[in-house]
Protein backbone atom coordinates (compact mmCIF):
# COMPACT_ATOMS: atom_id res chain seq x y z
CA UNK A 1 0.00 0.00 0.00
CA UNK A 2 1.19 3.57 -0.89
CA UNK A 3 2.09 6.05 1.91
CA UNK A 4 -0.86 7.80 3.59
CA UNK A 5 -3.16 5.89 2.07
CA UNK A 6 -5.00 2.97 3.90
CA UNK A 7 -6.55 0.29 2.40
CA UNK A 8 -10.74 0.77 1.21
CA UNK A 9 -11.46 -2.04 3.43
CA UNK A 10 -10.21 -0.12 6.51
CA UNK A 11 -12.87 2.33 5.71
CA UNK A 12 -15.68 0.25 7.64
CA UNK A 13 -13.86 0.52 10.74
CA UNK A 14 -14.79 3.56 13.15
CA UNK A 15 -12.46 2.64 15.64
CA UNK A 16 -9.16 1.77 14.72
CA UNK A 17 -7.26 0.68 18.18
CA UNK A 18 -3.66 -0.49 19.11
CA UNK A 19 -2.81 -2.33 22.68
CA UNK A 20 0.98 -2.54 23.59
CA UNK A 21 2.00 -4.45 26.47
CA UNK A 22 5.42 -4.55 28.22
CA UNK A 23 8.50 -6.36 27.58
CA UNK A 24 11.33 -3.82 28.38
CA UNK A 25 13.46 -3.68 24.99
CA UNK A 26 11.10 -5.70 23.16
CA UNK A 27 9.05 -2.46 23.14
CA UNK A 28 11.21 -1.83 19.88
CA UNK A 29 8.94 -4.50 18.09
CA UNK A 30 6.05 -2.14 18.87
CA UNK A 31 7.65 0.69 17.61
CA UNK A 32 8.70 -0.85 14.23
CA UNK A 33 4.91 -2.43 13.62
CA UNK A 34 3.92 1.23 14.32
CA UNK A 35 5.88 2.50 11.88
CA UNK A 36 4.74 -0.11 9.10
CA UNK A 37 1.02 0.85 9.94
CA UNK A 38 1.79 4.55 9.48
CA UNK A 39 3.56 3.74 6.24
CA UNK A 40 0.16 2.08 5.20
CA UNK A 41 -1.87 5.19 6.19
CA UNK A 42 -3.72 2.98 9.12
CA UNK A 43 -3.57 6.00 12.09
CA UNK A 44 -5.23 4.37 15.45
CA UNK A 45 -7.44 6.49 16.90
CA UNK A 46 -7.81 4.63 20.29
CA UNK A 47 -4.45 3.46 21.72
CA UNK A 48 -3.57 1.61 25.46
CA UNK A 49 -0.62 0.94 26.77
CA UNK A 50 1.26 -0.29 29.89
CA UNK A 51 5.14 -0.11 30.90
CA UNK A 52 7.33 -0.04 27.67
CA UNK A 53 4.09 0.34 25.72
CA UNK A 54 2.47 3.74 27.74
CA UNK A 55 5.90 5.23 26.54
CA UNK A 56 5.34 4.08 22.85
CA UNK A 57 1.41 4.63 23.62
CA UNK A 58 2.46 8.08 24.67
CA UNK A 59 5.11 9.23 21.39
CA UNK A 60 2.58 7.93 19.20
CA UNK A 61 -0.41 10.17 20.54
CA UNK A 62 1.89 12.93 21.37
CA UNK A 63 2.69 14.13 17.50
CA UNK A 64 1.74 14.79 14.41
CA UNK A 65 1.34 11.36 12.31
CA UNK A 66 3.91 12.27 10.28
CA UNK A 67 6.55 12.45 13.35
CA UNK A 68 5.71 9.50 15.23
CA UNK A 69 7.64 7.10 13.36
CA UNK A 70 10.70 9.14 13.82
CA UNK A 71 10.27 10.51 16.94
CA UNK A 72 10.12 6.65 17.73
CA UNK A 73 13.13 5.86 16.11
CA UNK A 74 14.64 8.42 17.72
CA UNK A 75 13.87 7.41 21.19
CA UNK A 76 14.88 3.82 20.80
CA UNK A 77 17.83 4.97 19.41
CA UNK A 78 19.08 7.13 22.40
CA UNK A 79 17.56 4.24 24.65
CA UNK A 80 20.13 1.89 22.66
CA UNK A 81 23.03 4.64 23.00
CA UNK A 82 22.60 5.15 26.18
CA UNK A 83 22.75 1.49 27.45
CA UNK A 84 26.00 0.79 25.71
CA UNK A 85 27.66 3.39 27.76
CA UNK A 86 29.22 2.68 31.18
CA UNK A 87 26.77 4.09 34.17
CA UNK A 88 28.28 7.12 36.53
CA UNK A 89 29.11 4.59 39.32
CA UNK A 90 31.96 2.62 37.46
CA UNK A 91 32.87 0.36 34.71
CA UNK A 92 32.60 -2.64 36.94
CA UNK A 93 28.90 -2.67 37.09
CA UNK A 94 28.27 -1.78 33.52
CA UNK A 95 30.54 -4.83 32.86
CA UNK A 96 28.78 -6.91 35.37
CA UNK A 97 25.18 -5.78 33.24
CA UNK A 98 26.93 -6.95 29.78
CA UNK A 99 28.34 -10.38 31.17
CA UNK A 100 24.82 -10.92 32.43
CA UNK A 101 22.98 -10.22 29.12
CA UNK A 102 25.61 -11.18 26.78
CA UNK A 103 27.50 -14.68 28.41
CA UNK A 104 25.24 -17.48 27.62
CA UNK A 105 26.67 -19.06 30.89
CA UNK A 106 25.17 -16.81 33.29
CA UNK A 107 22.20 -18.04 35.00
CA UNK A 108 19.07 -16.92 33.94
CA UNK A 109 17.84 -15.65 37.75
CA UNK A 110 20.98 -14.03 37.81
CA UNK A 111 20.58 -12.37 34.49
CA UNK A 112 17.22 -10.96 35.57
CA UNK A 113 18.65 -9.76 39.51
CA UNK A 114 20.95 -7.76 37.36
CA UNK A 115 18.42 -6.37 35.49
CA UNK A 116 16.59 -5.22 38.43
CA UNK A 117 19.76 -3.92 40.25
CA UNK A 118 20.06 -0.81 37.57
CA UNK A 119 17.88 0.44 35.33
CA UNK A 120 19.08 1.05 31.56
CA UNK A 121 18.09 4.63 31.83
CA UNK A 122 17.69 6.99 35.44
CA UNK A 123 14.41 7.96 35.68
CA UNK A 124 15.37 11.69 35.50
CA UNK A 125 16.78 10.76 32.17
CA UNK A 126 13.85 9.23 30.45
CA UNK A 127 11.37 12.05 32.28
CA UNK A 128 13.50 14.18 30.23
CA UNK A 129 14.19 12.27 26.95
CA UNK A 130 10.13 12.17 26.85
CA UNK A 131 9.35 15.61 28.28
CA UNK A 132 11.57 16.19 24.91
CA UNK A 133 9.66 13.54 23.15
CA UNK A 134 5.92 13.94 23.54
CA UNK A 135 3.53 17.28 22.99
CA UNK A 136 1.59 16.32 26.73
CA UNK A 137 -1.16 18.96 25.22
CA UNK A 138 -1.47 16.86 22.03
CA UNK A 139 -1.61 13.92 24.07
CA UNK A 140 -5.29 15.42 26.05
CA UNK A 141 -6.30 17.32 22.89
CA UNK A 142 -8.87 14.33 22.67
CA UNK A 143 -7.90 13.96 19.12
CA UNK A 144 -6.63 10.28 20.18
CA UNK A 145 -8.15 8.26 23.06
CA UNK A 146 -4.81 7.45 25.23
CA UNK A 147 -5.62 4.56 27.65
CA UNK A 148 -1.89 3.91 30.12
CA UNK A 149 -2.08 1.14 32.80
CA UNK A 150 -0.13 0.55 35.92
CA UNK A 151 -0.82 -1.27 39.06
CA UNK A 152 -1.58 0.54 42.47
CA UNK A 153 1.26 -1.13 44.83
CA UNK A 154 -1.41 -0.05 47.96
CA UNK A 155 -4.48 -2.21 47.09
CA UNK A 156 -2.90 -4.59 43.84
CA UNK A 157 -5.67 -3.81 41.48
CA UNK A 158 -4.70 -2.44 37.76
CA UNK A 159 -5.40 1.00 37.64
CA UNK A 160 -6.17 2.81 33.83
CA UNK A 161 -5.47 6.30 33.16
CA UNK A 162 -7.62 7.54 30.41
CA UNK A 163 -7.09 10.61 29.05
CA UNK A 164 -11.10 10.72 28.28
CA UNK A 165 -11.25 11.30 32.56
CA UNK A 166 -7.57 12.74 33.38
CA UNK A 167 -4.83 15.21 32.16
CA UNK A 168 -2.19 12.80 31.52
CA UNK A 169 1.83 13.61 32.26
CA UNK A 170 4.68 12.09 32.33
CA UNK A 171 4.19 10.22 35.65
CA UNK A 172 1.23 8.41 34.13
CA UNK A 173 3.26 7.28 31.26
CA UNK A 174 5.95 5.97 33.87
CA UNK A 175 3.34 4.49 35.96
CA UNK A 176 3.54 0.74 34.95
CA UNK A 177 7.74 0.48 35.24
CA UNK A 178 8.66 0.47 31.64
CA UNK A 179 12.37 -0.78 32.49
CA UNK A 180 13.38 -3.29 35.48
CA UNK A 181 14.95 -0.74 38.45
CA UNK A 182 13.03 2.32 37.92
CA UNK A 183 11.49 3.48 41.02
CA UNK A 184 7.30 3.64 42.02
CA UNK A 185 5.47 6.59 40.50
CA UNK A 186 3.57 8.08 43.13
CA UNK A 187 0.10 9.71 41.44
CA UNK A 188 -2.51 11.48 43.68
CA UNK A 189 -0.88 10.09 46.85
CA UNK A 190 -0.30 6.54 46.09
CA UNK A 191 2.08 4.71 44.33
CA UNK A 192 2.15 2.53 41.44
CA UNK A 193 4.27 0.22 39.69
CA UNK A 194 4.34 -2.52 37.22
CA UNK A 195 2.26 -3.49 34.23
CA UNK A 196 -0.91 -3.78 33.75
CA UNK A 197 -2.75 -5.88 30.61
CA UNK A 198 -4.54 -3.39 28.61
CA UNK A 199 -6.34 -5.23 26.18
CA UNK A 200 -9.63 -5.34 28.62
CA UNK A 201 -9.49 -1.18 28.39
CA UNK A 202 -11.41 -1.89 25.41
CA UNK A 203 -14.55 -3.40 27.28
CA UNK A 204 -15.30 0.03 28.67
CA UNK A 205 -15.32 1.65 25.30
CA UNK A 206 -18.58 2.35 23.61
CA UNK A 207 -19.45 -0.01 21.19
CA UNK A 208 -18.29 0.54 17.23
CA UNK A 209 -16.85 -1.52 14.82
CA UNK A 210 -13.10 -2.00 15.36
CA UNK A 211 -10.19 -3.33 14.09
CA UNK A 212 -7.64 -3.58 16.91
CA UNK A 213 -4.13 -4.23 16.81
CA UNK A 214 -3.26 -5.94 20.01
CA UNK A 215 0.85 -6.15 20.03
CA UNK A 216 2.98 -8.25 22.49
CA UNK A 217 6.76 -8.03 22.73
CA UNK A 218 6.62 -11.15 24.37
CA UNK A 219 3.49 -13.51 24.99
CA UNK A 220 3.40 -17.18 26.05
CA UNK A 221 3.32 -19.48 23.42
CA UNK A 222 -0.27 -21.58 23.92
CA UNK A 223 0.39 -25.29 24.75
CA UNK A 224 0.82 -27.53 27.79
CA UNK A 225 4.38 -25.90 28.93
CA UNK A 226 3.24 -22.06 27.79
CA UNK A 227 0.14 -22.38 29.27
CA UNK A 228 -2.32 -20.19 27.77
CA UNK A 229 -1.58 -16.43 28.61
CA UNK A 230 -3.33 -13.35 30.41
CA UNK A 231 -3.76 -11.12 27.04
CA UNK A 232 -5.14 -14.23 25.29
CA UNK A 233 -7.24 -14.87 28.06
CA UNK A 234 -9.02 -11.56 27.82
CA UNK A 235 -9.02 -11.56 24.25
CA UNK A 236 -11.14 -15.08 24.20
CA UNK A 237 -13.54 -13.32 26.19
CA UNK A 238 -14.51 -10.40 24.34
CA UNK A 239 -14.76 -12.64 21.47
CA UNK A 240 -17.39 -14.40 23.40
CA UNK A 241 -18.97 -11.20 24.74
CA UNK A 242 -18.91 -9.68 21.23
CA UNK A 243 -20.73 -13.04 19.74
CA UNK A 244 -23.39 -12.75 22.44
CA UNK A 245 -23.99 -9.41 22.07
CA UNK A 246 -24.55 -9.95 18.21
CA UNK A 247 -26.42 -13.03 18.39
CA UNK A 248 -29.07 -11.34 20.99
CA UNK A 249 -29.18 -8.29 18.74
CA UNK A 250 -29.96 -10.84 15.25
CA UNK A 251 -32.73 -12.58 18.08
CA UNK A 252 -34.20 -8.88 18.51
CA UNK A 253 -34.70 -8.45 14.75
CA UNK A 254 -37.15 -11.59 15.21
CA UNK A 255 -39.38 -10.59 18.25
CA UNK A 256 -42.81 -9.82 17.78
CA UNK A 257 -43.13 -5.91 18.51
CA UNK A 258 -45.75 -6.63 21.05
CA UNK A 259 -42.81 -8.67 22.97
CA UNK A 260 -40.01 -5.92 22.77
CA UNK A 261 -41.70 -3.66 25.09
CA UNK A 262 -41.58 -6.18 27.78
CA UNK A 263 -39.50 -5.05 30.81
CA UNK A 264 -37.15 -8.10 30.65
CA UNK A 265 -37.27 -8.33 27.06
CA UNK A 266 -35.92 -4.76 27.19
CA UNK A 267 -32.92 -5.47 29.52
CA UNK A 268 -31.82 -8.57 27.24
CA UNK A 269 -31.80 -6.52 23.95
CA UNK A 270 -30.18 -3.70 25.68
CA UNK A 271 -26.92 -5.44 25.42
CA UNK A 272 -27.46 -5.98 21.94
CA UNK A 273 -25.09 -4.75 19.40
CA UNK A 274 -24.54 -5.18 15.88
CA UNK A 275 -20.87 -3.29 16.48
CA UNK A 276 -17.78 -6.00 15.42
CA UNK A 277 -14.73 -6.33 16.23
CA UNK A 278 -10.98 -7.41 14.10
CA UNK A 279 -8.29 -8.67 16.52
CA UNK A 280 -5.23 -8.48 14.46
CA UNK A 281 -2.48 -9.95 17.06
CA UNK A 282 1.58 -9.67 16.53
CA UNK A 283 2.90 -11.66 18.93
CA UNK A 284 7.37 -11.05 18.79
CA UNK A 285 8.80 -13.82 21.38
CA UNK A 286 6.45 -16.52 22.43
CA UNK A 287 9.44 -18.57 24.45
CA UNK A 288 10.25 -17.92 27.83
CA UNK A 289 14.08 -19.31 27.39
CA UNK A 290 16.07 -16.42 27.91
CA UNK A 291 13.58 -13.96 28.24
CA UNK A 292 15.16 -12.16 31.06
CA UNK A 293 18.50 -10.71 28.76
CA UNK A 294 16.38 -10.41 25.40
CA UNK A 295 14.44 -7.83 27.43
CA UNK A 296 17.68 -6.56 28.85
CA UNK A 297 19.27 -6.48 25.46
CA UNK A 298 19.11 -3.05 24.18
CA UNK A 299 22.27 -3.51 21.37
CA UNK A 300 21.73 -1.59 18.53
CA UNK A 301 21.75 -4.71 16.16
CA UNK A 302 18.87 -6.20 18.76
CA UNK A 303 16.88 -3.19 18.46
CA UNK A 304 17.11 -3.13 14.64
CA UNK A 305 15.77 -6.35 14.65
CA UNK A 306 12.74 -6.17 16.15
CA UNK A 307 11.93 -3.16 14.73
CA UNK A 308 12.06 -5.05 11.39
CA UNK A 309 10.14 -7.79 12.92
CA UNK A 310 7.22 -5.15 14.11
CA UNK A 311 7.66 -3.97 10.40
CA UNK A 312 7.41 -7.76 8.55
CA UNK A 313 4.22 -8.75 11.10
CA UNK A 314 2.33 -5.17 10.73
CA UNK A 315 2.93 -5.48 6.85
CA UNK A 316 2.00 -9.62 6.61
CA UNK A 317 -1.50 -8.68 8.76
CA UNK A 318 -2.48 -5.79 6.12
CA UNK A 319 -1.46 -7.80 2.92
CA UNK A 320 -4.48 -10.48 4.20
CA UNK A 321 -7.16 -8.63 2.43
CA UNK A 322 -9.74 -11.66 4.03
CA UNK A 323 -8.78 -10.49 7.41
CA UNK A 324 -10.27 -7.08 6.58
CA UNK A 325 -13.58 -8.67 4.97
CA UNK A 326 -16.68 -8.26 7.21
CA UNK A 327 -17.64 -10.80 9.48
CA UNK A 328 -20.47 -13.29 9.08
CA UNK A 329 -23.63 -12.50 10.60
CA UNK A 330 -23.49 -14.13 13.55
CA UNK A 331 -19.95 -13.31 14.49
CA UNK A 332 -19.22 -10.47 16.44
CA UNK A 333 -15.33 -11.12 16.81
CA UNK A 334 -12.62 -12.79 14.68
CA UNK A 335 -9.17 -13.04 16.05
CA UNK A 336 -6.05 -13.16 13.56
CA UNK A 337 -2.20 -14.39 14.88
CA UNK A 338 1.24 -13.56 13.41
CA UNK A 339 3.24 -15.38 16.32
CA UNK A 340 7.03 -14.84 15.55
CA UNK A 341 6.60 -13.50 11.88
CA UNK A 342 4.33 -17.13 11.19
CA UNK A 343 0.71 -16.58 10.09
CA UNK A 344 -1.74 -18.62 12.90
CA UNK A 345 -5.71 -19.89 11.33
CA UNK A 346 -8.15 -17.52 12.47
CA UNK A 347 -10.18 -17.88 15.73
Known sequence: MARGRPDQSLARFERIALVLSGGEALGAYQAGAYAALEKAGVRPN????????????????GNLPHQRALRLRQFWHEISRRAALPPVGGFGRWAQRAAGRCLAWVPAAARLALARDEAVISAGELRELLLRAVD???????????????????????????NDRHVLGIDHVLAGTPFSGLPPVAIGRQLFAGAAVSVSALDQAR????????????????????GVSRAAREIA???????????????????????????????????ASDATMTILHLVHEGSAAELATKMGDFSAGAITRRWRAGESDAATSLAHPRWLAPLPRLSGAVIHEVRGGIVAPPR
Request: glycine share 12%; charged share 20%; aromatic share 6%.
Open 237 to 271: AMRRTHDLRRMIALLGERLPPATQGEADIRRCLAE
Open 46 to 61: WIAGTAIGAVNAAIIA
Open 136 to 162: FERVNSGSVRVVLGAVNLATGAEAFFD
Open 207 to 226: PADTLCFVIDGYDPAPGGRG
